[in-house]
């Protein structure tokens, strides 16, 4: 149902999962444990699948906090329930029992911890988010609980990995434009003019620079493990006309 950072899991007073697909009860093209709220599945089985999730993370119903994520650099602070989810891509709380959530499908999921501070987060970081800033802002609002920089531990969950991420020219531009440094994120790939774009080692190198104390990278591929992880670029590739969300999430015991 869920795979652990080992330095996450290690912090006291933590509890997080990076949450597969296993063990819910979506049918189909979302068979598994879809928490997509934006997706066209079922509401009452996204709705008993988040049930799963809290009753996984010991927070009470309702408490699995995930924001309307539009590949913003935007991260909110959480501090009570919403009356309705604010658009954002990240979600920073030092209130124990609201868990810091993000949904993704090969984006980047990435959690963040000051255990000493009491104070969490949850990142949702494709490479518009992360080039935008969105892992500066999550920092930034963690500072602003009284989290320090040295202190936080981020662990980068299962996301699209540089095997199965190949793109155009056009990417490869932009990405080089920005800071040639950049370069070293790309591999050939079999196509002409295309190549294979490393997004964990892009998203670790931004935190390392922004001066995080420890970075935990999994290591899993969500495009290449079907049987546990949604993918939004294997589902485009099969013409399927939806896909489910995976969801992390990080809460203070």
């Keep these: 149902m869920k795979v652990e950072s080992p330095a996450l899991k290690a912090l006291p007073g933590i509890r997080h999962a990076f ?3 296993e063990g819910g009860i979506s049918q189909g093209i ?5 928490g997509g709220t934006g997706s066209r599945d079922d509401p009452a089985h996204v709705a008993e699948n988040r049930a799963r999730m ?3 993370l010991d927070v009470p119903a309702g408490h699995l906090l995930t924001a309307w994520q539009v590949h913003s650099p935007d991260c909110v602070v959480a501090d009570r329930l919403w009356d309705e989810r604010p658009k954002a891509d990240a979600v ?9 959530a993000v949904t993704i499908a090969d984006c980047g999921p ?3 911890a000051d255990p000493e501070a009491r104070v ?3 990142a949702h970081a494709g490479w518009k988010g992360a080039v935008g800033g969105v892992l500066d802002a999550t920092l930034a609002r963690m500072e602003e609980l009284g989290a320090r920089r040295a202190r936080i531990v981020a662990a980068i969950g299962p996301l699209i990995r540089q095997q199965s991420y190949e793109v155009g020219p056009d990417f490869i531009a932009t990405l080089s434009g920005l800071d040639l440094a950049n370069e070293r994120f790309f591999i050939p790939s079999a ?4 190549a294979l774009f490393d997004l964990p080692g892009y998203i670790a190198a931004r935190l390392a620079g922004l001066g995080v104390g420890t970075i935990d990278d999994l290591g ?3 495009y290449a493990d079907e049987a546990r992880f949604y993918s939004y670029r294997r589902s485009t590739h099969r013409g399927e006309p939806d896909y489910g969300r995976l969801i992390a999430a990080i809460t203070l015991v």
């Design 120 to 122: 969490v987060g949850a």
């Design 54 to 56: 809290e009753a996984a």
């Design 92 to 100: 920073a709380t030092a209130t124990p029992g609201l868990a810091a």
């Design 220 to 222: 899993l591929d969500t």
């Design 19 to 21: 949450f597969t697909r």
């Design 110 to 112: 990435v959690l963040f």
């Design 191 to 194: 196509r002409p003019d295309h």
């Design 30 to 34: 979302y068979a598994g444990l879809n």
